[in-house]
DNA sequence: ATTGACAATATGTCCGGACATAAATATCAA
DNA sequence: TTGATATTTATGTCCGGACATATTGTCAAT
């Protein structure tokens, strides 16, 4: 079975939000692995260099290669440095998304196509499985997530629910991978993400989704569910995905050492 | 559906690992906190009190709430302060889990009661399973997770595999948590978790687990695979749960406001 | 009573420096 | 060649201070 990790990719952060000094410094560090001018494998510059390169202080460096360590980027040991971090065995998915220039993505062949958009209202038993009141009113957008082998049956099959409010996005929503919605969201209403909570279930397959999935009825499914909640708590956004047991491994890195 | 968040405690590290400053500022904070003087809702004493109360500077008083914060006990605002956050809705899987003294355990009316114990060799099917080379040795402990209600059935299934080299454990085994093996095993083979590694699947039931767990035999279930791995990369300790999926939701915050 | 301006405050960011510690390396002795 | 020992080095921990910024509370004006 294909294990999918689920990756992180380093934002670029719109003009409209300032960017911390040690914010800045992480993010050139993680464009300098992404690009592959530090590889896999490679020491990144000791501190004191990193100082002076980018005429920061070292507790403004460490604050910065903190942040590249939390998303798993690079490992660091006391005499021998800090190390690059193979991306397979680290892209697993991180706990602390610090900041909003994190992007969770699936893998880099990753396509998505959208099958539907529509207008819900959320009845009982979806009210049930969004975390959500009953009578909501959402614009769903449903679509399948392919791999890049064409012949491949698809890995999952997304349905998004957005706050109607934001319908004018309608025409941007079906090229970009849902966890963007929320920066456009944030870029251009202004509504922060105060907390993203996720839930992962087991689940037996729907008739209808199985044909969809080109799966069996009642096989084993992975349902993951993703709340992107406000600061009242209230969610604006409720993305939820399926994957046939078969086809998707949820993985993580719970702990890394911390030297 | 019942819905179990993993909790988080935050553990006494034994004698024989040295704590630094602001682990010990945490710890203590954190003990604080569970024993109740600082109530959830209620706001921790400022910075500089902390400072002045602990005779730290604020560096270390703000890396002392940094731990707390990446733990998910407290979040900070500006003007407002440092608040203790509610357990229930902050005690869902967090990623960094930075120290030792992180300890994973499920909901405090849980209870595992042992069913088997006995050595098992992996065959192919269960090394594709573990992620481990077929052929190896295991000391393999079952049991049943219970909820504190007597009539209830069953959460989940685990279980737990160890190298044979830390058989002597055997009688102790039964009575901890599986994640406390590992502190076991640490304190008295002085071997160090590097990495745990964890992944989450769906799966059908087979007949045998079923019959275990009180369910239908292919029901869909939750399988979590947990490797704990040492500093060359070897697991030396893998933990399978396997949960019924309508008595199981795995819930984890993927981020959580930085201020 | 609502709104606006302003000050107070607690956290956020950043600087400089100092010493401790673990691990890689070099050195020397057996 | 092996083994123990000393040195070097890059990160770990901790201190002190300074200014920025967001939020709250207060008070005055409409």
Chains 1, 2 share one sequence.
């Not at 040690?22 to 000791?46: K, N, T």
């Not at 996005?169 to 079906?174: C, N």
């Amino acid at each position: 079975m294909v294990c999918y990790h689920a990756a992180l990719i380093y934002w670029e952060p719109g003009a409209f939000m300032s960017e911390t000094f040690y914010a800045r410094v992480a993010r050139d560090l993680a464009e300098g692995i992404a690009s592959g001018r530090f590889p896999v494998g490679s020491r990144l510059p000791r501190e004191l260099d990193l100082c002076t390169q980018y005429e920061a202080s070292r507790h403004t460096v460490r604050a910065a290669i903190q942040e590249l360590q939390g998303l798993g980027l690079v490992s660091r040991k006391k005499r021998a440095g800090t190390r690059v971090e193979n991306s397979s065995s680290t892209r697993g998915y991180r706990q602390s998304l610090a900041s909003v220039e994190d992007l969770v993505q699936f893998g880099a062949a990753h396509r998505r196509v959208v099958q539907n958009i529509g207008d819900v209202v959320v009845d009982r038993g979806l009210a049930r499985q969004l975390g959500c009141a009953a009578g909501r009113a959402f614009l769903r957008i449903s679509s399948l997530r392919l791999n890049g082998d064409a012949d491949a049956p698809p890995i999952g099959w997304t349905d998004v629910y957005i706050d109607p409010a934001y319908a004018q996005l309608r025409d941007v929503i079906g090229e970009y991978p849902e966890v963007l919605i929320n920066d456009l969201i944030e870029a251009r209403y202004g509504r922060r993400i105060a907390e993203i909570r996720q839930d992962v279930q087991a689940l037996a397959l729907s008739a209808k989704l199985a044909r969809a999935l080109n799966a069996k009825a009642g096989a084993p499914a992975l349902r993951i569910i993703r709340r992107y909640l406000d600061q009242a708590g209230e969610a604006f956004e409720i993305s939820v995905t399926i994957h046939p047991a078969d086809r998707f491994t949820f993985s993580m890195c719970l702990r890394r050492e911390r030297g």
